[in-house]
């Protein structure tokens, strides 16, 4: 369609047509000139000649109509002179660009709250939990947390795929799935009742607000943490009987799963192939098997054999015959040949590609690291010394703070990212631009999570003092969290999650062998996590090609 339509079949030459003379004597401009003028841009952003040459051939000129029209041997040669003609200009990107990573700090803020508020279930509860262990609560949210933040891999994977009804099957099956298993998992302690059913109501408190969070609901979880909310600021003034905290507990309990029912209820959904029904969502999870229902290009069901209307049994085909009649099966009794059922492959519907349940794994052993991490840091003394010693409490409230502030300034690095990506004009210039945002980020979560570490130590009764080493504990595992984090962001999770779990295993072996103190070992676990992230980090992100948006 694009050969050279000038020239009739038969009809071969190499002579160029002559440029005949204007009427005023001169000769014609160089045609070469007008389309310099139509691909001036693409030719001022172009690297190298053969790029250009690469869009002329695509717009459709062949050499024989660069030959006739603008008097070159082929579409090189005029590239060429096209990139000597046009000097460089490249083109700013487009803005949005680094816009894609914009982020609003007030609903940032807001997420870190209700990662906290919850936390304050232990002050409401606290009566209910006298003299139970800490073994229950412990598994119930680890395993709560690993099971949630794999849920929420695979929820946000089908929302970026634009599938939200997928996106809300994948939460309606998982979260009470995850609540069922955290339930089991606390109630595994026998003799502990309290505390395995104050560990089932986290669980499912945990499957609820995974389902709001996900669906973008925190406003509707922060409604339901407020009865819960206002009684724990209650009883740390006055004490309140058994039975209100019990009813405050559960209201918020009951309003969570509410709302997450609602949520989902309202969430747009898309057919499943097979049906709508529960059967039809869990299929979706196993691998595709032929179906009884599934027939042959000839009409016979696949597990039938092709003679299975006559009732004839079909004898052996007749020795010799290696003609057309090969592909017939000789009836006995009949006396007539039918031709053998040619098989056509069977249609069946397509099935949707989605991701791999095997991706969100990383992201569940990345909850399960940095929660163990965050666990000593909290109960690291009660862990080694027994439930008469302190339990560092507004560490781990100021941590879960800590976070809205973290995920803000993480969209924060990734736009800064970008646009220094866009402003450097060589490699080198480009890892120290991205050194600098991320120190700059890094120091402002620092500086956030120090603030609350003196805040809630301030407002908190009877809170331990914020020692040194504590201190320093506390923000080595916030450089951890935050470090963890931006590598989850860029996709890298499987070394986040490989290191944030020896870390963890690493301090559980150290106190259990008795290595040393609590406080010296959290530090020296922390610092050296701290530092192999910050350099994984380093490694990683000094690539340009990490920063694709």
Aim: aromatic share 6%; with cysteine; charged share 15%.
């Amino acid at each position: 369609m694009s050969g050279p339509l000038w020239q009739g079949p038969g009809q071969h030459t190499d002579t160029l047509p002559l440029l005949l003379p204007r009427r005023n004597g001169s000769h014609a401009a160089d045609p070469l000139d007008d389309l310099a003028e139509r691909f001036e841009e693409v030719i001022a952003g172009a690297v190298h000649p053969d790029e250009i040459a690469a869009v002329l051939e695509s717009d459709g000129m062949t050499d024989d109509h660069i030959r006739l029209t603008y008097g070159r041997p082929d579409s090189f040669a005029i590239a060429e002179e096209l990139y000597d003609r046009v000097p460089r200009s490249f083109p700013e990107p487009p803005r949005e660009a680094a816009g894609v990573w914009h982020a609003g700090l007030l609903g940032c803020l807001l997420r870190g709250l209700v990662f906290a508020l919850p936390g304050l279930a232990y002050v409401l509860g606290a009566p209910l939990l006298r003299g139970a262990s800490l073994a229950p609560l412990l598994a119930g949210a680890l395993t709560g947390w690993v099971w949630n933040q794999a849920l929420s891999h695979r929820a946000y994977s089908w929302l970026g795929l634009g599938d939200r009804g997928a996106a809300a099957r994948s939460l309606m099956l998982g979260a009470p799935a995850g609540a069922l298993l955290g339930a089991a998992v606390a109630t595994a302690s026998p003799g502990q009742w309290q505390a395995a059913a104050f560990a089932a109501a986290q669980a499912l408190y945990l499957s609820a607000a995974t389902v709001l969070l996900v669906l973008g609901r925190e406003r509707a979880l922060l409604c339901a943490l407020l009865p819960m909310t206002a009684g724990a600021v209650w009883a740390m003034r006055s004490d309140l009987p058994v039975a209100l905290r019990t009813a405050l507990l559960m209201c918020s309990l009951a309003a969570a799963v509410a709302l997450a029912a609602v949520a989902l209820a309202r969430t747009p959904r898309t057919p499943v192939p097979g049906g709508s029904g529960p059967r039809a969502w869990a299929a979706l999870l196993r691998p595709r098997r032929p179906r009884p229902e599934a027939r042959r290009g000839d009409g016979v069901p696949w597990w039938r054999p092709p003679f299975a209307r006559t009732g004839a049994r079909p004898a052996v085909p007749v020795a010799g015959n290696t003609g057309p009649g090969a592909d017939v099966l000789v009836m006995p009794g009949a006396g007539a040949a039918l031709p053998a059922p040619v098989r056509r492959p069977v249609e069946r519907p397509a099935r949707p590609v989605g991701p791999r349940l095997g991706a969100s794994v990383p992201y569940g052993l990345f909850g399960l690291g940095t929660g163990v991490l965050v666990l000593y840091t909290a109960l690291g003394d009660v862990l080694a010394e027994g439930p008469g010693a302190v339990v560092a409490a507004p560490s781990a409230v100021a941590l879960t703070l800590s976070m809205g502030p973290a995920e803000w300034l993480l969209h924060r690095f990734r736009g800064r990212a970008v646009a220094g990506l866009r402003a450097s004009t060589t490699a080198h210039a480009f890892r120290r631009r991205a050194a600098a945002v991320l120190a700059e980020c890094l120091a402002a979560f620092l500086a956030v999570l120090f603030v609350l570490a003196l805040v809630v130590t301030l407002l908190w009764p009877d809170a331990p003092a914020l020692s040194g080493a504590r201190l320093s504990t506390l923000l080595l595992i916030g450089t951890v969290l935050w470090t963890g984090l931006l590598m989850q962001s860029f996709g890298a999770v499987v070394a986040a999650a490989a290191v944030c779990c020896a870390a963890a295993a690493a301090q559980t072996v150290a106190l259990l062998a008795g290595l040393g103190s609590p406080q010296v070992v959290g530090l020296a676990v922390a610092g050296g996590t701290a530092t192999l992230l910050a350099g994984l980090v380093c490694v990683l992100l000094g690539r340009a090609t990490a920063h694709r948006v």
